[in-house]
């Protein structure tokens, strides 16, 4: 069991947006968590990824509690995030966005007289490769389309050499063709690099098409937690979607 | 230290502290609702001294000409707030806009010394307030009571007008959701020249109410400037309450502060400012 | 066109009249300045109303190590920096944890704190009047041989930045810059490199102090306070903040100005006032973002015409 999470509770005022969720993963697994808006699901991650702390409960990882951490040092014991709202560098390029990410997993941020431009090309240059873009390695972040500043989003996550990767609505925004890429890209690594990965989204056909396990939320908790055919048919979660129609 | 000297202290500090508050008010105001942080605040606050001064000196002898002055001076300076407000529009960034009025802390200086040279001068109190009054067998001077008071007061009617007033309440919802209220038909650019108006006023009348303590001269912005930004950020930015008790923190750590040390009183009011940041970096009543 | 500007440089101490040699160091001086501001500005996001402060300590620290002291003046200079840089870790140690506004304001406030040390602190700093007769070593006393010695140390000290801003610390300062959050998600601990640049950025402020005291033969409490710390401000604005010349092309601009503008009217603070709200207006990236602006149109406009 690589991540165990633990009665992880999250409380805003009168809103209890995480309640009470537990769930745990092993090493390899390739997970969805899918809900219908504001089910916590991207609050859940804050928590894990330490940019909020929790009212209750725990986050083990690879054996250590890392509830209390701060994202920094999350970080550093090899959890990769990609959030919703492309969160990227915007007045670096591409290239440099990747090489930042991989100075700071690799320690080298300290270090004030190598010259930067000529440092971990290769390295970069694999990552642009596995995220395809390599063509824009020296184009400014921030004057990307959106698709590919998602795509620059999962391949500065990955930079970091994760073993756990959180993917936070990875396809939004893109074309059929695009999320198809994506998704594959996201199984590839999965199986190739044995990477551990959960991620949010919305896109039925890109959950049931990848996802070996789904968990589903709802108002906070998480309400199923099992193969993909068995949630289709739990009620719960038809309920939940439907909005308490049967 | 005795009780008198000890009451004395006391009044002294609170009024220097109310002081600061009058203007940190105006300050709050504006940065509550525009996100604004206008660094000239202090500037306008001398400003209104010096309008002040001379608008009291043309209508010297007439009945009530000092209560005129006030008015009229917090109204200039309200003029020139809006001018400043109306440069200030397009710039949207943060940065952009400090700097932009930390330019204007300059300019404002030069025009004053340009149009009023670099003396000093002084204003007498207000016949009726130049007294003393005796508490409890103290001796406490009129005009500092009387200071307390009108901050206060001050304070109340700023609260009331945005509690109450309908004009308080679009206010309040423009800090909320500008978008939502141009929707509505309220013509923000008017909206926001009011606001920085107000808080504008409120900075010019004090800097006039506060000069008969002490002389109008062109040092003045530059006295205010870190103890009025001090309490806006221990008190939270954009907190009325929050700047109230932060500026009456400040006004009683100097005025003690001095009896210990003082060449360095403003050293107290460091340790102050780093002690409280580092318990609670947002401020006393501030959003974190 | 670097072997024609050397050659300029080097030659002109014997062409101009004493004065404007000492505007000549004085630029070099504020170019030195201006970029260890830009350190903590342009590069890191990080608004410093008090780096004038160090600028001042770094000035003080050479002064009473070789008056009080007895130290040498090439001695005096590395210490001086290191006594800035311990002071500049304290001080940077409480802003660090505040943001943007606040730190703006605090910077400013530990300043004037250190100002009014140096003014009240007369037994120590002189008070007022500062520390008087703080002359060079002989060698280079003449006023070439300190132009030539400030035009040495500012140019190394120029390219010494320039590395450490293209450096990997010069990058993570620059995502601290763009994305604080995702700078979080990806290691970098924020409060701690903001903590380490601010250091940074106060040594090199402490060296263009330690050059200046000597060219200037004294130091008073006016060069910590809140008006020399306009100065960077207003130079690295002017000349732009985003791009590496940007500060020494604001240096030159100010300091020129300030001459040529100084023999005309004693307004010389409203002038800089309302260049500074023009710029900050209309040419946000500055005069040296303009140029670059330019430079970049021309050259496509060349290609799209081939």
């Given at each position: 069991m690589i991540l165990q999470v633990d009665g992880l509770t999250k409380i805003f005022g009168a809103l209890r947006a995480v309640n009470n969720v537990s769930f745990g993963m092993d090493q390899g697994d390739l997970v969805a968590l899918i809900g219908p808006n504001g089910a916590g699901k991207s609050t859940l991650f804050n928590v894990i990824t330490g940019f909020l702390s929790p009212e209750a409960g725990k986050v083990i990882f690879n054996g250590e509690d890392i509830t209390k951490l701060p994202p920094h040092r999350i970080t550093h014991k090899r959890i990769g995030v990609a959030f919703q709202l492309t969160n990227i560098f915007p007045g670096l390029t591409v290239f440099q966005n990747i090489q930042v990410a991989l100075f700071a997993s690799r320690g080298k941020t300290k270090n004030m007289y190598s010259l930067a431009p000529k440092m971990m090309k290769e390295e970069t240059g694999e990552i642009l490769e596995a995220v395809g873009l390599s063509e824009m390695a020296h184009t400014l972040a921030d004057s990307m389309p959106q698709p590919d500043k998602k795509r620059l989003e999962l391949g500065i996550a990955l930079a970091g050499k994760p073993e756990?990767?959180?993917?936070?609505?990875?396809?939004?925004?893109?074309?059929?063709?695009?999320?198809?890429?994506?998704?594959?890209?996201?199984?590839?690594?999965?199986?190739?690099?044995?990477?551990?990965?959960?991620?949010?989204?919305?896109?039925?056909?890109?959950?049931?098409?990848?996802?070996?396990?789904?968990?589903?939320?709802?108002?906070?908790?998480?309400?199923?937690?099992?193969?993909?055919?068995?949630?289709?048919?739990?009620?719960?979660?038809?309920?939940?979607?439907?909005?308490?129609?049967? | 230290m005795t009780f008198v000297t000890f009451v004395n202290q006391f009044i002294s500090g609170a009024t220097y502290g109310l002081v600061l508050f009058m203007v940190a008010l105006g300050l709050a105001l504006i940065f509550g609702v525009m996100s604004i942080v206008n660094l000239a605040h202090p500037s306008l606050y001398m400003l209104g001294a010096f309008f002040g001064y001379f608008i009291w000196f043309s209508l010297k002898g007439y009945y009530l000409s000092f209560w005129l002055?006030?008015?009229?001076?917090?109204?200039?300076?309200?003029?020139?707030?809006?001018?400043?407000?109306?440069?200030?529009?397009?710039?949207?960034?943060?940065?952009?806009?400090?700097?932009?009025?930390?330019?204007?802390i300059y300019i404002i200086a030069d025009l004053v010394k340009m149009f009023w040279g670099g003396r000093y001068y002084t204003l007498p109190r207000p016949p009726g307030l130049d007294g003393s009054v005796t508490v409890g067998g103290i001796i406490l001077p009129t005009y500092n009571l009387f200071i307390i008071g009108v901050s206060l007061l001050m304070a109340a009617l700023l609260w009331l007008l945005l509690s109450k007033t309908k004009l308080g309440k679009i206010i309040r919802a423009a800090v909320f959701d500008r978008e939502m209220v141009a929707m509505l038909g309220i013509r923000l650019p008017w909206l926001f020249a009011?606001?920085?108006?107000?808080?504008?006023?409120?900075a010019g009348a004090a800097g006039l109410l506060a000069a008969p303590m002490g002389s109008i001269a062109v040092g003045m912005d530059a006295e205010m400037l870190v103890p009025v930004f001090v309490v806006c950020i221990i008190g939270g930015m954009g907190s009325f309450l929050g700047a109230l008790i932060a500026s009456l923190i400040i006004g009683e750590v100097y005025a003690f502060g001095i009896l210990v040390l003082p060449q360095m009183a403003m050293a107290f009011m460091f340790v102050v400012v780093v002690v409280i940041l580092i318990i609670r970096p947002q401020g006393i009543l501030g959003r974190s | 066109m670097l072997l024609a500007s050397v050659i300029v440089a080097v030659i002109i101490p014997h062409l101009l009249p004493r004065y404007y040699i000492h505007l000549l160091n004085l630029f070099l001086i504020g170019s030195l300045f201006a970029?260890?501001?830009?350190?903590?500005?342009?590069?890191?996001?990080?608004?410093?109303?008090?780096?004038?402060?160090?600028?001042?300590?770094?000035?003080?620290?050479?002064?009473?190590?070789?008056?009080?002291?007895?130290?040498?003046?090439?001695?005096?200079?590395?210490?001086s920096m290191a006594i800035t840089g311990v002071i500049a870790a304290i001080i940077g140690y409480f802003c660090s944890r505040v943001v943007a506004m606040s730190f703006a304001i605090l910077t400013l406030a530990f300043g004037e704190l250190l100002f009014v040390i140096a003014s009240k602190w007369y037994t120590f700093t002189g008070g007022d009047d500062g520390i008087q007769s703080v002359y060079p070593p002989d060698?280079?006393?003449?006023?070439?041989?300190?132009?030539?010695?400030?035009?040495?140390?500012?140019?190394?000290?120029?390219?010494?930045?320039?590395?450490?801003?293209?450096?990997?610390?010069?990058?993570?300062?620059?995502?601290?810059?763009?994305?604080?959050q995702r700078s979080e998600s990806i290691g970098i601990n924020v409060r701690r490199y903001q903590w380490m640049v601010f250091i940074v950025a106060g040594v090199f402020a402490a060296l263009a102090g330690c050059l200046f005291v000597t060219l200037n033969w004294s130091v008073a409490p006016p060069e910590i306070g809140f008006v020399k710390g306009g100065e960077p401000i207003v130079m690295t604005i002017v000349g732009g903040q985003y791009i590496f010349g940007g500060p020494i092309i604001g240096a030159a601009i100010f300091t020129?100005?300030?001459?040529?503008?100084?023999?005309?009217?004693?307004?010389?603070?409203?002038?800089?006032?309302?260049?500074?709200?023009?710029?900050?207006?209309?040419?946000?990236?500055?005069?040296?973002?303009?140029?670059?602006?330019?430079?970049?149109?021309?050259?496509?406009?060349?290609?799209?015409?081939?």
């Open positions: 756990l990767l959180l993917l936070d609505e990875p396809t939004s925004g893109q074309s059929a063709e695009e999320t198809f890429y994506t998704m594959e890209l996201v199984k590839k690594i999965n199986e190739e690099q044995g990477l551990t990965i959960l991620f949010i989204e919305h896109k039925m056909p890109v959950v049931f098409g990848i996802a070996r396990r789904i968990i589903v939320m709802h108002h906070g908790s998480v309400i199923a937690d099992a193969e993909p055919e068995s949630v289709r048919e739990k009620k719960e979660v038809q309920k939940a979607y439907l909005g308490e129609k049967v | 002055s006030v008015i009229l001076a917090g109204l200039a300076v309200a003029c020139a707030g809006i001018i400043l407000e109306f440069f200030l529009r397009p710039l949207r960034e943060h940065t952009e806009q400090i700097l932009f009025t930390y330019a204007f009011l606001v920085f108006g107000i808080g504008a006023f409120v | 970029l260890s501001f830009n350190i903590l500005l342009g590069n890191t996001g990080l608004l410093s109303f008090g780096h004038a402060a160090y600028f001042g300590v770094g000035a003080y620290a050479a002064a009473l190590l070789m008056k009080k002291v007895g130290l040498h003046y090439f001695i005096a200079i590395p210490l060698i280079i006393a003449s006023s070439a041989g300190f132009y030539y010695f400030t035009l040495i140390v500012v140019t190394l000290g120029s390219l010494a930045i320039w590395r450490i801003l293209n450096s990997p610390f010069g990058y993570t300062l620059q995502c601290i810059r763009n994305n604080r020129f100005f300030q001459f040529f503008i100084g023999q005309i009217t004693i307004y010389w603070a409203l002038v800089i006032g309302i260049v500074l709200a023009l710029v900050i207006r209309f040419l946000p990236g500055g005069i040296g973002g303009f140029i670059q602006q330019r430079m970049a149109a021309s050259h496509q406009a060349q290609q799209s015409r081939v």
